[in-house]
């Protein structure tokens, strides 16, 4: 079964250093998302992503968080000067359109970076 | 805002036995709705979903009903076994808001032999 591959699976990073975190969606999947898990907490939303733009982004996702496809296969998700808050698993999903650029199918998951922020 | 909760954690039982993990929702509008399910170290997998009121999806064992009238989505299963450990999370979805998953707290599920 098709699946979503996130690496890599652990990123150690100095406070302040730039992050990119990677992920690979599923081949036919054309709507992309970026999740965080904070140790202990829900699993929150940062940001959709389709037809080459952020469909959505919730309040999280501010001016230090961007996301990009830089080629047919890849999904990026880079932070600008990490803080020790950013310390959390980022899951990455894909899921199928349905039509008009919606999409109400079910999300795959990858098996998530954790992100530690020294 | 639209918001999921889910039951308190952990919840331990013994094999064969009944799970009932209680999910009630807080929406605007007509979501659908989903069970996620995290084993130790692994991503968040779907177990089922439900799109529409009346609606009943199953997976495994595992069942949930789309109650429009209680707001709720309660996922049960008939008898437990070991696999059957992670933590499970409720989860809502609007289409039309860029596909944002809403998901609960998680609900960890440890079951003894």
């Known amino acids: 079964e098709p699946e979503v591959t996130q690496t890599p699976s652990h990123q150690v990073t100095q406070m302040g250093q730039e992050v990119i975190l990677r992920c690979v969606p599923i081949s036919n999947h054309l709507y992309f998302y970026w999740y965080r898990q904070i140790l202990g907490q829900k699993v929150e939303f940062l940001v959709s992503f389709y037809n080459n733009e952020i469909s959505e982004k919730s309040e999280i996702f501010d001016d230090q968080f961007s996301v990009e496809r830089p080629d047919g296969s890849n999904f990026t998700l880079k932070i600008r000067s990490t803080k020790l808050e950013d310390s959390a698993m980022y899951f990455c999903?894909?899921?199928?359109?349905?039509?008009?650029?919606?999409?109400?199918?079910?999300?795959?998951f990858g098996d998530g970076t954790r992100l530690s922020i020294l | 805002g639209d918001s999921v909760t889910q039951m308190e954690g952990p919840v331990t039982l013994s094999e064969e036995a009944f799970l009932t993990i209680n999910c009630t929702y807080t929406a605007t509008g007509y979501p659908s709705l989903f069970w996620y399910v995290q084993y130790p170290g692994e991503g968040l997998q779907l177990l089922l979903k439900?799109?529409?009121?009346?609606d009943k999806g199953s997976n495994k064992g595992f069942e949930a009903t789309y109650r429009k009238e209680t707001t709720s989505f309660h996922l049960e299963k008939g008898s437990v076994q070991v696999s059957d450990s992670a933590v499970y999370f409720c989860a809502l979805l609007f289409y039309n808001q860029g596909g944002k998953l809403i998901f609960g707290q998680g609900t960890e599920l440890s079951v003894k032999p």
């Open positions: 439900a799109t529409k009121a009346d």
């Open positions: 999903a894909s899921s199928q359109v349905v039509s008009r650029g919606y999409s109400n199918q079910p999300q795959h």
